[in-house]
């Protein structure tokens, strides 16, 4: 094995990133590693490349022990890196980048034309032709990720990870870095591949492991899988009790419409859709993830404008230009990343759930201290916030408690319809039943809930209904009684025929 | 065509253009007599505009500059008038106590990961502070070393006078644009401007080059003072007041990019050649008020800018345009 690494143990502040994984990586292959988001592969990826420090287990190169300190100390090592976002300098030019830190110099200054030379010769190995004297940021994304990869594989040259490496090339582009790809396999390499396209992975990879939650889930050969039983590992099946009754019981209530959205869609975003929202309904959203489950929520919500189609409720159209006005309107959005989006760390619960009425009450108009504290703690005994007290910073909250706090700021504002963006990643599964039972006591009084989430369960046990998403586009609606897991994950999984660039 | 470039023969293209303008209005503007006086008139701020250029290349900014220049002259001329040091050695001794100086700039900018704007707004008010300490009052500089410095001239063709300060204005230009485009040094500078996060993850060592850029922008900013002695031949902590936005105009208009990680240091004599002509024009044609070169330099800086980000949006779309 080139690279084995061994009961990969990392924490953070109350979560386990990685606990305990195995991974192997021979020289001479293409390796996938899958998970959806919080499965610890970049937690895992960033223990090789010295980005984090790895608090237990053991990582082996060659057959010797190493931990990096850093990216440069990985490259040494020999593990070189290309990410989604191009890690080089557009301000450069081609030969720059490729020869930085390295150029050659004739009496202590740059040679420029043996730098061009060199430049071109280990682009000519990966079959380009280009002006080296330009500046990178003029070539296409593509381009510039080949050029990235040509980098990482002069500088380390054993072990090659590629991080979502073709998240924004077409096919055609994507076929390019992967004829690089295949090269460099045949040159020995070992290439970590992640990419949350399955079709890429089943195209390009000789193995396949699956995280999920920070456990290792499966080591397989490619070509003994298929999309069905990869999407199973990697949104696990382990089903919950309580599940299919309640489903069955939201089966057949009927609810009047509250608003329509018709054809809403953005360009390169999501492609137009259709959908209506019921007073007191739950839809769901389901998809793998870059499949458009976010960015709906996002146009819904104003936060990118719709560039086609209407919404409207029972009284007319609504404009959503923004997140504004989407409030406005009586939406209300609880993020996915509630660390950057969601709450305000460093003010206490009591500020964190005002906030957004204060916001719409304007400046001008405090909220009384007095209201504020009944406010607060109400919502702390009726979410069942646990928190020594009010004036606690949310920041020291456990991931639970955190997002109960979002949830407290938009209910005091009294929205009609809550959009939750993954509602309960990061929570314990304590606190998941709890979240799940309180987006049914919210139907219950009338509120219009979407979840989205990438825990079929957790969709299956929320939604009346639940739209199905892939490759940016609503595929499916299920409802009654075909919100079952099987169900959803066929639809995820689809025909598998094509869908795995992102156009 | 490397868009990088434009700017660059913007600057080139209105320089000669203006150039053409005054000599059609004032033929006598074309004569070595002028262009010595051009040279000699902009060389402490052209000096100082080579440090700013690769402080901006960085993704910085030096406010320090012009304070510090007044602190050299006070400095040289009170040492002058006080000891019995020869010039060279008081020279010596003031580079490398500019140069100590941006260095603690540069070391704190990083140490503290602080605003460049803030560290050295406090190194400005503290240089100039300094000035005053040594001397509120304009001290002249008598010393024969000086008279012979101040007299030394090539007597061009047309009887211009190429003075040594001009020749060596241009050789620091010179030695700033090997530095800046042929030096490893110079490549880690524009990497920084391009892109902190990226410059790290290539393995640029960032505290080293961060120190280093404010080190060289001092260096230079002593070496202006000292030309600004020269010149003037006096000390005066009260002199080039300013002068550190003038360079930065300087800079911008010698197309580099105020955000960092492109532009080209010929641009920046350029820049300070234009900003020079449009003083000659002013006194040449006399009537006009000497304000008109700030009103000037200021409609060139909108132009510049607007400028860049138009060819931003150009290079954008027609990046996009590529990827589609």
């Known amino acids: 094995m080139l690279l084995s690494i061994r009961s990969l143990t990392k924490t953070f502040p109350g979560t386990l990133a990685l606990d305990g994984v195995d991974f192997d990586l021979a020289a001479g292959e293409v390796h996938a590693l899958l998970g959806e988001n919080g499965a610890g592969k970049s937690t895992l990826i960033k223990c090789l490349t ?68 060199e430049a071109r010769e280990m682009l000519r190995q990966y079959g380009l ?34 991080d979502e490496p073709t998240a924004s090339l077409d096919a055609r582009e994507v076929e390019m870095v992967f004829d690089v790809v295949r090269g460099l396999r045949e040159r020995g390499l070992g290439i970590v591949f992640v990419s949350h396209f399955l079709d890429q992975v089943f195209e390009l990879t000789d193995r396949v492991t699956v995280l999920r939650n920070g456990r290792k889930i499966v080591t397989e050969r490619t070509a003994d899988l298929d999309r069905m039983g990869l999407i199973e590992h990697m ?48 839809v769901g959203l389901a998809g793998l993830l870059g499949s458009g489950r976010t960015e709906s ?61 204060q916001a719409r009450r304007g400046w001008a108009r405090p909220i009384p201290r007095a209201e504020q504290n009944r406010l607060a703690e109400d919502y702390i005994k009726r979410l069942d916030i646990r928190t020594s007290g009010r004036e606690k910073p949310v920041g020291d909250l456990s991931g639970g408690n955190q997002q109960k706090v979002v949830l407290a ?50 969709l299956v046990a929320a939604s009346d209904r639940v739209i199905v998403l892939r490759d940016r586009r609503h595929v499916a ?22 869908g795995g660039e992102a156009a | 065509m490397n868009t990088r470039a434009l700017p660059l023969y913007a600057t080139i293209v209105i320089f000669l253009l203006a150039y053409a303008i005054c000599w059609l209005q004032f033929p006598a503007i074309l004569s070595t007599r002028v262009i010595a006086n051009l040279l000699t008139d902009n060389a402490y701020l052209g000096i100082v505009a080579v440090g700013m250029t690769l402080v901006i290349l960085s993704g910085g900014i030096d406010l320090s500059v012009g304070s510090v220049i007044a602190f050299s002259g006070v400095f040289i001329a009170v040492l002058l008038r006080d000891s019995s040091l020869h010039p060279l050695v008081v020279f010596a001794m003031l580079l490398a106590l500019t140069t100590a100086f941006g260095a603690a700039m540069g070391f704190l900018i990083h140490r503290l990961a602080m605003p460049a704007f803030i560290v050295t707004l406090a190194g400005m008010f503290l240089a100039r502070g300094a000035a005053y300490m040594l001397s509120i009052d304009s001290v002249p500089i008598t010393h024969p070393f000086y008279d012979m410095i101040q007299n030394a001239y090539w007597l061009m063709p047309g009887k211009g006078r190429l003075r040594l300060i001009g020749v060596l204005m241009l050789l620091i230009v010179l030695a700033g644009m090997i530095i800046a485009h042929k030096t490893r040094f110079g490549a ?91 003083q000659t024009y002013i006194v040449f044609d006399g009537t006009l008020s000497s304000w008109w070169t700030k009103i000037v330099i200021g409609v060139l800086l909108l132009v510049f800018i607007l400028l860049q980000k138009g060819l931003l949006k150009l290079s954008q779309s027609r990046l996009a345009g590529g990827v589609s």
């Open chain 1, 50 to 117: 010295g980005a984090y420090h790895r608090d237990g287990g053991t990582v082996a190169l060659d057959g010797a022990q190493i931990a990096p300190r850093s990216t440069v100390e990985a490259q040494e090592l020999g593990i070189g890196t290309v990410y989604q976002e191009v890690n080089l300098l557009p301000n450069l030019t081609v030969a720059q980048n490729l020869m930085f830190g390295r150029e050659p110099r004739r009496f202590g200054l740059i040679d420029t034309r043996a730098m061009r030379a």
């Open chain 1, 129 to 162: 032709e280009l002006d080296v004297d330009r500046d990178l940021g003029n070539y296409s994304v593509a381009i510039q990720q080949i050029i990235a990869i040509a980098r990482a594989v002069a500088l380390s040259g054993k072990v090659l990870i590629l």
């Open chain 1, 235 to 282: 949104l696990g099946r382990a089903l919950e009790n309580e599940v299919e009754q309640q489903s069955a019981e939201g089966a057949d209530t009927t609810h009047p419409d509250l608003l329509h959205f018709n054809g809403v869609g953005r360009r390169g975003v999501i492609e137009p859709f259709d959908l209506t929202i019921g007073q007191g309904e739950v």
């Open chain 1, 297 to 357: 929520a996002e146009l819904m919500f104003g936060i990118r404008p719709a560039q086609t189609g209407s919404i409207r409720d029972d009284k007319g159209p609504l404009d959503l230009k923004n997140p504004r006005a989407a409030i406005a309107a009586g939406f209300g959005f609880a993020p996915e990343d509630r660390k950057t989006d969601g709450i305000v760390a460093d003010l206490s619960i009591r500020e964190n759930i005002v906030l957004g009425l």
């Open chain 1, 409 to 458: 700021r938009w209910l005091a504002m009294n929205p009609r319809f809550l959009i939750l963006d993954e509602p309960t990643r990061g929570i314990d599964v304590g606190a998941h039943a709890e979240i799940l039972r309180l987006i049914h006591d919210l139907t219950d009084a009338g509120m219009s809930v979407l979840v989205i989430s990438s825990e079929i369960e957790e």
């Open chain 1, 477 to 498: 609606e299920l409802s009654g009684s075909r919100v079952v897991p099987d169900t959803i994950m066929r639809a995820i999984a689809g025909g598998g025929a094509k």
């Open chain 2, 188 to 278: 880690s500078v524009y990497a920084l401007g391009g892109g902190e996060a990226t410059a790290r993850l290539m393995g640029v060592r960032q505290g080293r080059t961060t120190i280093l850029v404010y080190a060289f922008s001092g260096c230079m900013a002593g070496l202006s003072g000292i030309v600004f002695s020269i010149y003037t031949g006096s000390g005066y902590s009260l002199a080039t007041v300013g002068t550190e936005l003038t360079a930065i105009a300087a800079v911008v208009i010698g197309g580099t990019l105020l955000t960092g990680g492109a532009g080209y240091m010929f641009g920046t004599l350029i820049g300070v050649l234009t900003m020079g002509l449009i």
